[in-house]
């Protein structure tokens, strides 16, 4: 696919009616023979780089897909400052290392949803799919559990759990799941169900070690719930301090100095477009404002941003004057009677937020991140809900995950904040494209 995305791009370029763009028009085949040679050898690195060619991820297609565009738009912007700065000869053409960007974008994808197809027919999946079974059983686990049942790639095949404390009567048994013996006998289970992979949920350390070494005899992989660690699980790692191992919460997505440059540089880009075609919009809605409550347009409110810095978010003023004069911070309910009659148009369709734009230019919001909230609502929120504050660990957004899942204003915190830890666990570039996306059409507890 590579080396083909290579002679398309080619053909684009010096071929097709972009010839014309630039004294490119005599270029041959063999002349860029070299720079097509290189390009593919420096692309397939750069996607190994990334991962891509391990046997447990083949089954994991959207991990995959954000991995490949990840690897295609770092190598187009290496390659061409590679090209440029070495002066190659015949020189580069910046338009041809963008189509065969673009081409091998496309063609990589293209492949990969055929492979994936292919992989996931029957009679091949089951050879991909690791046998897993759980070992103990607590809250930890009955999470983990759900969290594979429903991953679409079907990566996992999950065969049960065994007992490893004697459970009591009083403590009733997991549903829908299949109890398949005890810790004692894990020999005879393992070679039962043809055990691929333990997760140990709930075991004594002296018989965890004797579990671990009878994993490494079999083959078999060997991992831990993370009853300690509930949140950023996916930033765990294991470092050495003093020569002592020590495993932590190290990095996420968004430390990469890489990744926020992409993410500011997405920001900056969306702000400016969305003010220059939101301005019609501000004016109109603005006007409407005034003339059913006259007073400020604009509203402006105190809220926490990254790091619990606070800011001050701009909206187009969508209830009454002195609207929590008597309640004080309260969120909006359905049907509020301090709504103007065009605040419940807009809040239901996010136009009173547009004015936004311009705290993310600022640099004090970000287009999708988890939704700043009031700093005399977080006072009460960080004592009552576990790990609230660590949604503060990246820059607020416009939208969010939470928010396309329907969970806005008066609705369940706590599943809001597992969306908002699931985000920063999980950011790439294509999911802030894709929560974009998705604000137009999601709307659900909007008002």
Same mark, same amino acid.
């Given at each position: 696919?590579?080396?083909?995305?290579?002679?398309?791009?080619?053909?684009?370029?010096?071929?097709?009616?972009?010839?014309?763009?630039?004294?490119?028009?005599?270029?041959?085949?063999?002349?860029?023979?070299?720079?097509?040679?290189?390009?593919?050898?420096?692309?397939?690195?750069?996607?190994?780089?990334?991962?891509?060619?391990?046997?447990?991820?083949?089954?994991?297609?959207?991990?995959?897909?954000?991995?490949?565009?990840?690897?295609?738009?770092?190598?187009?912007?290496?390659?061409?400052?590679?090209?440029?700065?070495?002066?190659?000869?015949?020189?580069?053409?910046?338009?041809?290392?963008?189509?065969?960007?673009?081409?091998?974008?496309?063609?990589?994808?293209?492949?990969?949803?055929?492979?994936?197809?292919?992989?996931?027919?029957?009679?091949?999946?089951?050879?991909? =799919?690791?046998?897993?079974? @759980?070992?103990?059983?607590?809250?930890?686990?009955?999470?983990?559990?759900?969290?594979?049942?429903?991953?679409?790639?079907?990566?996992?095949?999950?065969?049960?759990?065994?007992?490893?404390?004697?459970?009591?009567?009083?403590?009733?048994?997991?549903?829908?799941?299949?109890?398949?013996?005890?810790?004692?006998?894990?020999?005879?289970?393992?070679?039962?169900?043809?055990?691929?992979?333990?997760?140990v949920a709930d075991l004594p350390r002296q018989q965890m070690v004797e579990l671990a070494n009878l994993c490494e005899r079999e083959m078999i992989q060997f991992k831990l719930a993370p009853s300690v660690f509930r949140i950023f699980v996916s930033g765990l790692s294991l470092e050495t301090i003093a020569g002592t191992p020590v495993l932590g919460v190290n990095r996420l997505p968004l430390d990469s100095t890489l990744n926020v440059m992409l993410k500011r540089a997405l920001d900056v880009a969306g702000a400016l477009f969305g003010l220059m075609i939101s301005s019609p919009i501000i004016a109109f809605f603005g006007a409407?404002?005034?003339?059913?409550?006259?007073?400020?347009?604009?509203?402006?409110?105190?809220?926490?941003?990254?790091?619990?810095?606070?800011?001050?978010?701009?909206?187009?003023?969508?209830?009454?004057?002195?609207?929590?004069?008597?309640?004080?911070?309260?969120?909006?309910?359905?049907?509020?009677?301090?709504?103007?009659?065009?605040?419940?148009?807009?809040?239901?369709?996010?136009?009173?937020?547009?004015? =936004?734009?311009?705290?993310?230019?600022?640099?004090?919001?970000?287009?999708?991140?988890?939704?700043?909230?009031?700093?005399?609502?977080?006072?009460?929120?960080?004592? =009552?809900?576990?790990?609230?504050?660590?949604?503060?660990?990246?820059?607020?957004?416009?939208?969010?995950?939470? =928010?396309?899942?329907?969970?806005?204003?008066?609705?369940?915190?706590?599943?809001?904040?597992?969306?908002?830890?699931?985000?920063?666990?999980?950011?790439?570039?294509?999911?802030?494209?894709?929560?974009? @996306?998705?604000? @137009?059409?999601?709307?659900?507890?909007?008002?």
């Amino acid at each position: 696919m590579i080396v083909l995305a290579e002679h398309l791009a080619y053909w684009l370029r010096f071929h097709s009616f972009i010839r014309d763009y630039g004294n490119w028009s005599n270029m041959e085949l063999r002349q860029y023979a070299g720079h097509m040679a290189l390009g593919s050898l420096s692309l397939l690195l750069a996607l190994g780089w990334q991962g891509l060619y391990h046997r447990n991820i083949l089954l994991r297609n959207r991990w995959i897909a954000s991995r490949i565009a990840k690897a295609v738009l770092i190598w187009t912007l290496v390659f061409l400052s590679f090209s440029l700065a070495l002066k190659l000869e015949p020189s580069i053409s910046r338009v041809y290392v963008a189509l065969n960007g673009a081409c091998a974008l496309l063609l990589l994808l293209g492949w990969r949803g055929l492979f994936d197809a292919f992989l996931h027919s029957p009679g091949r999946i089951a050879t991909l =799919q690791q046998r897993t079974l @759980f070992v103990g059983w607590n809250d930890d686990a009955q999470r983990l559990w759900q969290t594979l049942s429903a991953d679409r790639a079907h990566a996992f095949d999950l065969v049960g759990w065994v007992d490893a404390s004697g459970w009591r009567d009083d403590n009733p048994m997991p549903e829908n799941i299949p109890f398949v013996g005890y810790v004692e006998d894990i020999q005879r289970v393992i070679a039962r169900h043809e055990v691929d992979m333990i997760i140990v949920a709930d075991l004594p350390r002296q018989q965890m070690v004797e579990l671990a070494n009878l994993c490494e005899r079999e083959m078999i992989q060997f991992k831990l719930a993370p009853s300690v660690f509930r949140i950023f699980v996916s930033g765990l790692s294991l470092e050495t301090i003093a020569g002592t191992p020590v495993l932590g919460v190290n990095r996420l997505p968004l430390d990469s100095t890489l990744n926020v440059m992409l993410k500011r540089a997405l920001d900056v880009a969306g702000a400016l477009f969305g003010l220059m075609i939101s301005s019609p919009i501000i004016a109109f809605f603005g006007a409407m404002v005034y003339f059913e409550s006259k007073g400020p347009i604009f509203y402006r409110q105190r809220r926490w941003g990254m790091n619990g810095v606070p800011f001050e978010i701009i909206k187009i003023r969508s209830m009454k004057l002195n609207a929590e004069a008597a309640g004080g911070a309260q969120w909006c309910v359905q049907d509020d009677p301090r709504r103007l009659r065009v605040g419940a148009f807009m809040r239901k369709w996010n136009i009173d937020e547009v004015p =936004q734009f311009w705290n993310v230019l600022k640099g004090e919001m970000s287009l999708v991140g988890p939704r700043p909230e009031r700093p005399e609502l977080i006072a009460g929120f960080k004592h =009552q809900i576990p790990h609230y504050n660590a949604r503060h660990a990246a820059k607020p957004g416009m939208t969010g995950w939470a =928010q396309v899942k329907g969970l806005r204003g008066d609705t369940d915190l706590s599943e809001r904040i597992k969306c908002d830890l699931w985000y920063l666990e999980n950011w790439s570039l294509l999911l802030d494209l894709q929560i974009m @996306f998705l604000t @137009f059409f999601k709307r659900d507890n909007a008002y």
